[in-house]
């Protein structure tokens, strides 16, 4: 039972009911809310038979008739409901590496959608970056993972990704992160976010679960959980941060900047940089995880490639600025 947020957009509020799935209002008349529908989603997914009481509705955002709701253990759920009084499930999505091989604790608690990206927060496994223009295919393009998920727990990790907002102007995401207070991501890149500032607590024994961000301040709410699981916070209230917004819009960085080849590549990737000059060069693996980094000065770069075969990102970072290239290396049997 209980809810866990309510989103409205027209003449319907669609809230999130936790186990009881979405739940759709009519709320033209306030005096007289009317009950639409109720969908409550499949359970059976990543894994079937599972245990139900982890499989709660939290978080939403609705986009012209569209829900994406974050399920809990059961990942994305993207559920078109265009047609108010018949919700149906068109899209979903879960980390492989939580599920595969190994079924490992996963909480899907909050999200911001930025024009066809979905930012999600992903609790210990912080924040995942998810292609969701075909709900039919969502795919995973980034993932903010500072403390190397799934080989971190999820009792005691510094960070608990709980709830987040964005700043679109500024290209920032702020995230309540538990024990860590707050963590402001920078999205200018936005297969790559960045930590650009932190506010810990790591020693003070509160932590945070809920975030709002209005004009120039976030507000973060803190909760008292006595047991300490997931984590231990002995003090409930709220702290305002006050920050300085971007004067102009940030764009995200686009596709200029960066060629390489040959892609599919066996042992070396030429890279042809736009300009010389000092920057870094990291290469990232499908589940977030930064392999090496390495600093370069030329424009052509002959890069080693002693990895396995499948796919990587190659990131070349400078500043705030920074260009990303999806590659695939080929092992010696292809």
Not at 8 to 14: D, F, M, P, Q, S
Not at 15 to 42: E, H, K
Not at 145 to 158: A, K, L, R
Not at 200 to 219: K, Q
Request: charged share 15%; with cysteine.
């Amino acid at each position: 039972g209980g809810a866990g947020i309510v989103q409205v957009e027209g003449n319907y509020a669609y809230l999130g009911a936790m186990g009881n799935g979405l739940v759709i209002l009519d709320i033209r008349n306030p005096d007289r809310i009317q009950f639409v529908s109720q969908f409550i989603p499949d359970i059976n997914y990543p894994v079937p038979n599972p245990t139900p009481s982890l499989y709660n509705l939290r978080g939403l955002e609705v986009k012209a008739g569209m829900v994406y709701a974050c399920y809990d253990a059961g990942g994305l759920r993207i559920i078109d409901c265009t047609q108010p009084s018949q919700p149906v499930e068109v899209g979903r999505f879960a980390n492989p590496a939580l599920y595969q091989p190994v079924n490992l604790p996963r909480a899907y608690n909050n999200l911001v959608l930025n024009g066809s990206l979905a930012y999600v927060a992903v609790d210990y496994c912080g924040v995942e970056v998810l292609d969701v223009s075909d709900p039919a295919n969502i795919g995973l393009l980034g993932w903010w993972n500072p403390f190397n998920c799934p080989n971190n727990n999820w009792f005691t990790s510094p960070v608990h990704a709980n709830e987040i907002r964005l700043d679109a102007n500024s290209q920032l995401l702020f995230v309540s992160t538990g024990k860590s207070d707050l963590r402001i991501l920078d999205i200018s890149n936005p297969l790559f976010p960045v930590v650009c500032e932190a506010f810990d607590g790591l020693a003070n024994d509160i932590g945070s679960w809920g975030i709002h961000a209005a004009g120039t301040h976030v507000f973060v709410s803190y909760i008292c959980v006595p047991l300490g699981i997931p984590l231990s916070s002995n003090w409930t209230g709220v702290k305002i941060y006050g920050y300085t917004r971007s004067a102009t819009p940030v764009a995200p960085v686009g596709g200029a900047g960066m060629e390489v080849f040959p892609n599919p590549a066996r042992e070396v990737l030429h890279i042809v940089r736009q300009s010389g000059g000092p920057c870094q060069l990291e290469m990232w693996d499908m589940h977030g995880r930064k392999l090496w980094e390495m600093g370069v000065t030329e424009r052509e770069i002959a890069l080693p490639l002693p990895l396995a075969g499948g796919l990587y990102v190659l990131h070349l970072r400078s500043g705030r600025q920074g260009v990303s290239r999806k590659i695939r290396v080929l092992d010696g049997d292809n």
